[in-house]
Protein backbone atom coordinates (compact mmCIF):
# COMPACT_ATOMS: atom_id res chain seq x y z
CA UNK A 1 0.00 0.00 0.00
CA UNK A 2 1.73 3.21 -1.59
CA UNK A 3 -0.10 5.47 1.31
CA UNK A 4 -2.56 5.36 3.77
CA UNK A 5 -6.06 7.30 3.72
CA UNK A 6 -6.79 9.37 6.15
CA UNK A 7 -9.90 11.11 6.91
CA UNK A 8 -10.93 14.71 7.54
CA UNK A 9 -13.88 17.02 7.47
CA UNK A 10 -13.35 17.53 3.88
CA UNK A 11 -14.03 13.44 3.38
CA UNK A 12 -11.02 10.69 2.56
CA UNK A 13 -7.92 12.58 1.33
CA UNK A 14 -4.99 10.17 0.41
CA UNK A 15 -1.35 11.48 2.32
CA UNK A 16 2.40 10.03 1.02
CA UNK A 17 4.14 8.85 4.21
CA UNK A 18 6.81 11.52 2.55
CA UNK A 19 4.67 14.04 3.55
CA UNK A 20 3.91 12.54 7.08
CA UNK A 21 7.48 12.23 7.54
CA UNK A 22 8.13 16.04 6.53
CA UNK A 23 5.22 17.27 8.46
CA UNK A 24 6.98 15.16 12.04
CA UNK A 25 10.06 16.50 11.45
CA UNK A 26 9.05 20.50 10.40
CA UNK A 27 6.38 20.01 13.27
CA UNK A 28 9.21 18.55 16.13
CA UNK A 29 11.35 21.58 14.40
CA UNK A 30 8.68 23.94 15.36
CA UNK A 31 8.13 22.69 18.85
CA UNK A 32 11.67 22.58 19.85
CA UNK A 33 11.62 26.28 18.37
CA UNK A 34 8.99 27.61 20.76
CA UNK A 35 9.96 25.38 23.63
CA UNK A 36 13.27 27.85 23.52
CA UNK A 37 11.08 30.43 24.59
CA UNK A 38 9.58 30.25 28.00
CA UNK A 39 7.49 33.50 28.79
CA UNK A 40 5.07 31.49 30.79
CA UNK A 41 7.59 29.89 33.12
CA UNK A 42 9.97 33.10 33.31
CA UNK A 43 6.34 35.39 34.34
CA UNK A 44 5.30 32.44 37.04
CA UNK A 45 8.69 32.56 38.73
CA UNK A 46 9.17 36.71 38.65
CA UNK A 47 5.79 36.80 40.24
CA UNK A 48 6.58 34.23 43.05
CA UNK A 49 9.33 36.08 43.83
CA UNK A 50 8.68 39.32 44.22
CA UNK A 51 10.67 40.32 41.37
CA UNK A 52 7.60 41.31 38.81
CA UNK A 53 7.69 44.72 41.03
CA UNK A 54 10.92 45.89 39.74
CA UNK A 55 9.97 45.34 36.30
CA UNK A 56 6.54 47.53 36.98
CA UNK A 57 8.78 49.87 38.51
CA UNK A 58 10.59 50.12 34.81
CA UNK A 59 9.84 52.20 31.87
CA UNK A 60 8.96 49.80 29.73
CA UNK A 61 6.22 47.60 28.43
CA UNK A 62 6.50 44.49 30.31
CA UNK A 63 4.67 42.23 27.67
CA UNK A 64 6.79 43.63 25.23
CA UNK A 65 9.65 43.10 26.64
CA UNK A 66 9.00 39.74 27.16
CA UNK A 67 8.16 39.08 23.92
CA UNK A 68 12.21 40.98 22.45
CA UNK A 69 13.76 38.45 25.12
CA UNK A 70 11.45 34.99 24.11
CA UNK A 71 12.82 36.05 19.99
CA UNK A 72 16.01 36.14 21.11
CA UNK A 73 15.96 33.11 23.01
CA UNK A 74 14.41 30.93 20.33
CA UNK A 75 16.47 32.66 17.36
CA UNK A 76 19.70 31.64 19.02
CA UNK A 77 18.47 28.11 19.94
CA UNK A 78 17.38 27.94 16.15
CA UNK A 79 20.50 29.17 14.50
CA UNK A 80 23.09 27.39 17.15
CA UNK A 81 20.81 24.14 17.30
CA UNK A 82 18.15 23.43 14.95
CA UNK A 83 19.11 24.46 11.71
CA UNK A 84 22.62 22.69 12.17
CA UNK A 85 20.79 19.65 13.22
CA UNK A 86 17.95 19.47 10.59
CA UNK A 87 20.22 20.43 8.19
CA UNK A 88 22.02 16.91 8.52
CA UNK A 89 18.74 14.71 9.41
CA UNK A 90 17.04 16.21 6.14
CA UNK A 91 20.24 15.64 4.28
CA UNK A 92 20.45 11.71 5.40
CA UNK A 93 16.74 11.02 4.69
CA UNK A 94 16.64 13.08 1.85
CA UNK A 95 12.70 14.47 2.04
CA UNK A 96 11.33 16.68 -0.23
CA UNK A 97 11.59 20.39 0.85
CA UNK A 98 9.59 23.01 -1.37
CA UNK A 99 10.99 24.39 -4.16
CA UNK A 100 8.97 27.80 -4.49
CA UNK A 101 9.98 30.37 -3.35
CA UNK A 102 6.07 31.50 -2.76
CA UNK A 103 5.87 28.59 -0.50
CA UNK A 104 8.99 29.24 1.82
CA UNK A 105 7.65 32.95 1.47
CA UNK A 106 4.56 32.01 2.91
CA UNK A 107 5.90 29.74 5.24
CA UNK A 108 8.13 32.25 6.74
CA UNK A 109 5.02 34.77 7.27
CA UNK A 110 2.91 31.86 8.79
CA UNK A 111 5.53 30.85 11.42
CA UNK A 112 5.89 34.69 12.49
CA UNK A 113 2.27 34.43 13.23
CA UNK A 114 2.12 31.40 14.88
CA UNK A 115 5.10 32.40 16.99
CA UNK A 116 3.50 35.80 18.27
CA UNK A 117 0.07 34.10 18.67
CA UNK A 118 1.98 31.28 20.64
CA UNK A 119 3.50 34.15 22.85
CA UNK A 120 0.46 35.89 23.45
CA UNK A 121 -1.55 32.38 24.47
CA UNK A 122 1.50 31.66 26.81
CA UNK A 123 2.07 34.85 28.14
CA UNK A 124 -1.71 35.30 28.95
CA UNK A 125 -1.87 31.77 30.96
CA UNK A 126 1.33 33.16 32.63
CA UNK A 127 -0.21 35.92 33.98
CA UNK A 128 -2.77 34.05 35.88
CA UNK A 129 -0.14 33.33 38.19
CA UNK A 130 -1.21 37.28 39.59
CA UNK A 131 -4.63 35.80 40.49
CA UNK A 132 -3.80 31.98 41.79
CA UNK A 133 -0.33 32.09 42.86
CA UNK A 134 0.15 28.68 42.15
CA UNK A 135 -0.78 26.92 38.26
CA UNK A 136 0.89 23.79 38.03
CA UNK A 137 -1.91 22.33 37.45
CA UNK A 138 -3.82 24.41 34.61
CA UNK A 139 -0.23 24.87 32.94
CA UNK A 140 -0.21 21.28 32.36
CA UNK A 141 -3.80 21.31 31.16
CA UNK A 142 -2.44 24.11 28.75
CA UNK A 143 0.57 22.21 27.86
CA UNK A 144 -1.36 19.13 26.57
CA UNK A 145 -3.85 20.65 24.75
CA UNK A 146 -1.73 22.92 22.93
CA UNK A 147 0.57 20.16 22.36
CA UNK A 148 -2.79 17.57 20.79
CA UNK A 149 -5.26 20.25 19.42
CA UNK A 150 -2.41 22.41 17.20
CA UNK A 151 -1.60 19.29 15.51
CA UNK A 152 2.38 19.42 15.97
CA UNK A 153 1.96 15.98 17.62
CA UNK A 154 -0.93 14.24 15.31
CA UNK A 155 -1.39 16.10 11.89
CA UNK A 156 -5.67 17.53 12.37
CA UNK A 157 -6.44 15.37 9.01
CA UNK A 158 -5.84 12.10 11.14
CA UNK A 159 -8.55 13.49 13.95
CA UNK A 160 -11.97 12.56 14.30
CA UNK A 161 -14.65 14.89 13.11
CA UNK A 162 -16.09 15.48 16.22
CA UNK A 163 -12.35 16.38 17.61
CA UNK A 164 -11.26 18.31 14.32
CA UNK A 165 -14.14 20.66 14.79
CA UNK A 166 -13.18 21.44 18.78
CA UNK A 167 -9.61 22.20 17.33
CA UNK A 168 -10.95 24.38 14.21
CA UNK A 169 -12.00 26.61 16.94
CA UNK A 170 -9.43 27.11 18.67
CA UNK A 171 -6.19 29.17 18.11
CA UNK A 172 -3.63 26.15 18.83
CA UNK A 173 -3.89 25.00 15.12
CA UNK A 174 -2.91 28.74 13.77
CA UNK A 175 0.16 27.94 15.92
CA UNK A 176 1.84 24.83 14.36
CA UNK A 177 -0.85 23.05 11.73
CA UNK A 178 -1.41 26.41 9.75
CA UNK A 179 2.27 26.86 9.35
CA UNK A 180 3.47 23.13 8.85
CA UNK A 181 0.38 22.34 6.41
CA UNK A 182 2.01 25.29 3.72
CA UNK A 183 5.23 24.13 4.49
CA UNK A 184 4.85 20.68 3.20
CA UNK A 185 1.95 21.91 0.51
CA UNK A 186 -1.27 20.40 1.83
CA UNK A 187 -2.14 24.02 1.90
CA UNK A 188 -1.90 25.61 -1.61
CA UNK A 189 -3.51 28.22 -3.62
CA UNK A 190 -6.28 30.42 -2.10
CA UNK A 191 -6.22 28.27 0.83
CA UNK A 192 -3.03 29.90 1.87
CA UNK A 193 -4.56 33.51 2.32
CA UNK A 194 -7.70 32.22 4.04
CA UNK A 195 -4.90 30.51 6.49
CA UNK A 196 -3.03 33.88 6.85
CA UNK A 197 -6.21 35.40 7.21
CA UNK A 198 -6.96 33.35 10.01
CA UNK A 199 -3.86 33.50 11.78
CA UNK A 200 -4.17 37.39 12.09
CA UNK A 201 -7.65 36.87 13.34
CA UNK A 202 -6.93 34.43 16.35
CA UNK A 203 -3.28 36.75 17.03
CA UNK A 204 -5.78 39.67 17.32
CA UNK A 205 -8.02 37.46 19.33
CA UNK A 206 -5.18 36.99 21.56
CA UNK A 207 -3.41 40.16 22.20
CA UNK A 208 -6.68 41.43 22.97
CA UNK A 209 -6.95 38.72 25.44
CA UNK A 210 -3.23 39.05 26.92
CA UNK A 211 -4.05 42.77 26.81
CA UNK A 212 -7.11 42.45 28.76
CA UNK A 213 -5.36 40.27 31.34
CA UNK A 214 -2.36 42.25 31.66
CA UNK A 215 -4.52 45.25 32.70
CA UNK A 216 -5.70 43.88 35.98
CA UNK A 217 -2.80 41.83 36.74
CA UNK A 218 -0.48 45.07 36.62
CA UNK A 219 -3.02 46.15 39.40
CA UNK A 220 -3.07 43.24 41.32
CA UNK A 221 0.82 42.08 42.54
CA UNK A 222 0.53 39.24 44.71
CA UNK A 223 4.12 38.03 46.16
CA UNK A 224 5.29 35.09 48.29
CA UNK A 225 7.56 34.82 50.72
CA UNK A 226 9.55 36.98 52.91
Avoid at 109 to 117: N, Q, Y
Avoid at 211 to 218: G, P
Wanted: proline fraction near 4%; aromatic fraction near 20%.
Amino acid sequence: MDSPLCRTGRGWRSHLYSDANLHSSESIFRWSENEAGTPLWEIQEKVRTGDISLELMRPFDVPLRYLFADFGSVAFYMITALLPLYFIIFFFLDLALPTNWLTWAYFIISACIGFLIRYCVEMTFGLLTFFLVETGGIEDIFYFAMSLLSGSVIPLWFFPNWLETIAVYLPFQAIFFMPISIFIGETTGGEVFTSLGLQLFWLLVCYFVLRMVWNRASHKVVVQGG
